[in-house]
């Protein structure tokens, strides 16, 4: 993919050396050429004489000086220029006539001072101040724009929109889910009357989570490519970098330019920089610029029309810091989550990449997409390009697997430095324990149906995950759904401990998870048989998070240890059980899920249901 660059620039440096060569050359030979040119003065009757004689080619008369400027040959028979005071004398011009000398009234080149002053005074200094202007937009430039010593406040460095990003959903292989949750917006683009006549408003932002190099920015660009609509796009860093105040400026100014441009897509990069949590003690000498410059964002957000087709996307991998303000409704209240391919769709990154690239006949790209999983779409691009350029090193006109393969290596080993690629057995054991958890699930009644099992790792840390989605919203869960639920929670480490023999600590979210179900279950709901309907835990704060606090007597908290150890005790013992039971399952279900990477809930019901 080609980035958009602003255009390459001529460094400082060339415009210093060009103007002062020129005022140099200037000084050097123009000047004293033009002004030292000696102007000899004559009598008039010389000057008679010369015209007699036949040398004086050329005469003009100055008006301003009473002079006659004339051009004639010296004795060593060469041209100068000589004066001479005018003498009353009405015979002059029958005399030049008759001698064929050319005479006018004009005022002289060579000599006029306002032309001398021009030279000598306002030339070097029109040329000083160009320079000096020069390098002031240089500077502006490199501080990113907004510098202006005449009118601080005001942004004069332009946001330029692509007008047309080039980009389509063509071009952003896998990344479905995110697609088609950005399709509504493209759709919206296209056609926001259809919107404004029924009265429905969309969001006026979204927000691009995900790990780099996964295609947000690339998504946001197709957006604006499939809506065919102009692109701004602007990154937190850069207001940050800018003087108090500049910020803000240019988040107007933006706004601004989306409002007449609209329909339009404004993105803002990395805006964790701008969007970080204000921490309420900042008091004085916080950052104020990046402060200022999101409270100035959120004010454009809120104050624009959402009718008009400006659509905002936003782009961070660490929605965690976000500053809530930011995510409240009517901002950017719609999360799109970008994640990492999956084998089926690194290998069609892979496809998207090597489109233009000339490939040999043994190119297996599944192979290459089984050898790169946790590598993102910004690594498989590289690795394709590594390849070609590998290709051409070695004097080939084709790419072949060979060059796939060792590319993989000098970009993935470089990668898994930073990032600790899963190894074989890792994944293995991820495998082992999602689909532990999604067996249990299916083999108990009144479960949530499966509906994806992934080991490819997510944003939030997690190295895997199994989601289930209930058919129907309930609100109430019955006690077995509850007892179910904890089983499926054990399901995961069951299936470790039965095929590998031990356990690894993959399973501490869900043990907290499984505690604090147990715990909820007899201290809240009153599910335990020793205590019946008596709340033993308070929940304070209920919106905020939900804190308990014990209501009971340090005896009875000890016994609710016990029950809850029970509790999740015989949770782990029923998945150990299904688990045992269903082993072949297990493996046939691990191993299929090992090579996909992420698996639909109705792939998962097939092989299972399988006789
Ligand atoms: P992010 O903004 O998430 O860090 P980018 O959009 O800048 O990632 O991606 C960098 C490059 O990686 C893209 O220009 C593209 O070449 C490649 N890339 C990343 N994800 C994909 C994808 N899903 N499909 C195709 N190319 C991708
Ligand atoms: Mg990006
Ligand atoms: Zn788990």
Redesign the pocket.
Known sequence: ?I?NKSPNRKPLIYYVVIVSAVIMLLNAFVFPALLQRQVQPVSYSDFLKMVDDGQVKEVQLDQDSEQLIFLAENDEGQEAVYKTAVFPDDSLRARLEEAGVSFSAQIPTQNNPLLSFIISWILPIALFSLLGRVLMGQMNKRMGGGMNAMSFGKSNAKIVAQQETGVTFQ?????EEAKDALKEIVDFLEHPDKYAAIGAKLPKGAL?V??????????AKAVAGEAKVPFFSISGSEFVEMFVGMGAAKVRDLFKQANEKAPCIVFI?EIDTIGKKRDSGSGIGGNDEREQTLNQLLTEMDGFDGKKGVVILA?T?RPESLDPALLRPGRFDRRIP?EL?DLQ?RE??LK??SRHIRLADDIDLNEIGRATSGA???E??NIVNEAALRAVREGRDKVRQEDLMESVETVIAGYQRKNAVLSERERSIVSYHEIGHALVAAMQTHSAPVTKITIVPRTSGALGYTMQIDEEDHNLMSQEELANKLATLTGGQAAEKLIFGSITTGASNDIEKATKLARAMITRYGMSENFGMVALETVSNQYLGGDTSLACSAAYAEKIDDQVVALVGAARAKADQILKENEAKLHELAKYLLEKETITGEEFMQILNKA
């Open positions: 993919m980035e071009d952003v292989a896998g990344e691009l995900g790990p780099p190099g996964t295609g947000k920015t690339l998504l990069d782009a991998n970008v391919p769709g069609a990154i998207v990449h993102s779409g910004a498989l691009a």
